[in-house]
């Protein structure tokens, strides 16, 4: 096994592999990157965020869906949607995700646009009175549910409250924060640093960081994100989520 000087040699490595404009095409944060206005990005982001586990060609083909039928314009679509527009994605299935839910995280988001000033504003604000992204999401998640919902839509926005390693929505703070000039991550949002960031563990990344001897939690619950986190922070404490794409990459691609 890695000594400690090496794994970060192996893994810094498989960052710069990985971290690149060619990871883009098969992945999720293809969706975002769509667009250029704040606004779009932060509600195509979200969006494929929210329904990104499973088969990625089958995630980005209902992604897609989704956006074709906000007419290519997301932040527009949010604000200024009609019930009979709104009411299109009441026939909207990407696994258990269905139009109850989408319905409703589009109502969320109209909220959330035109009374709390948008997604980052409410982030900031979590993050600024907890001062941790653990804190920050779940209070984003009482945001989020804030009006009259089925509770079964509660299921498809993870609160680490709850014991959840919340991989989606750690994933996309990823995209929304860093900004390494990769091409990859946005870096649009500005108030929270790199540095508080917590790894997106999901069963590829996971496995793939208890067998190089950095996890030893066996489930991939906020407990494994804090501890892997903590441990990627000692090879670089400014951008310990970098390490995503080696982890991801390394059990994607089966790349040992």
Not at 14 to 37: A, R
Not at 142 to 170: C, M, W, Y
């Amino acid at each position: 096994m890695y000594n400690t000087s090496q794994l970060k040699e192996f893994l810094d490595e498989k960052v710069n592999k990985y971290n690149c404009p060619d990871f883009i095409e098969s992945d999720p944060v293809s969706i975002p990157h769509n667009f250029s206005k704040k606004e779009d990005i932060e509600i195509a982001g979200f969006l494929a965020a929210t329904i990104a586990w499973g088969n990625r060609k089958a995630i980005l083909k209902s992604a897609n869906q989704l956006i074709a039928w906000m007419d290519f314009a997301p932040y527009d679509f949010i604000i200024n949607h009609s019930l009979k527009e709104l009411n299109v994605f009441n026939k909207f299935v990407y696994r258990t995700f269905n139009g109850i839910d989408c319905m409703y995280f589009l109502k969320s988001l109209q909220n959330i646009y035109k009374n709390l000033n948008g997604i980052e504003s409410v982030f900031n604000q979590g993050y600024k009175q907890k001062g941790n992204i653990k804190d920050a999401i779940s209070f984003f998640w009482d945001v989020f549910f804030a009006l009259p919902h089925e509770k079964r839509t509660q299921k498809h926005l993870a609160n680490p409250q709850k014991g959840s390693a919340a991989k989606r929505i750690n994933m996309y703070l990823r995209w929304m924060v860093r900004n390494d000039n990769k091409g990859v991550d946005f870096g649009i949002w500005k108030q929270i640093k790199p540095a508080g960031l917590m790894m997106p563990v999901d069963v590829h990344s996971g496995n793939i960081a208890r067998e190089l001897g950095l996890l030893t939690r066996k489930s991939n619950d906020w407990k494994a994100v804090d501890e892997l986190t903590v441990n990627l922070r000692l090879f670089d404490g400014n951008d310990p989520v970098k390490y995503d794409f080696a982890l991801f990459g390394l059990g994607v691609n089966n790349d040992f």
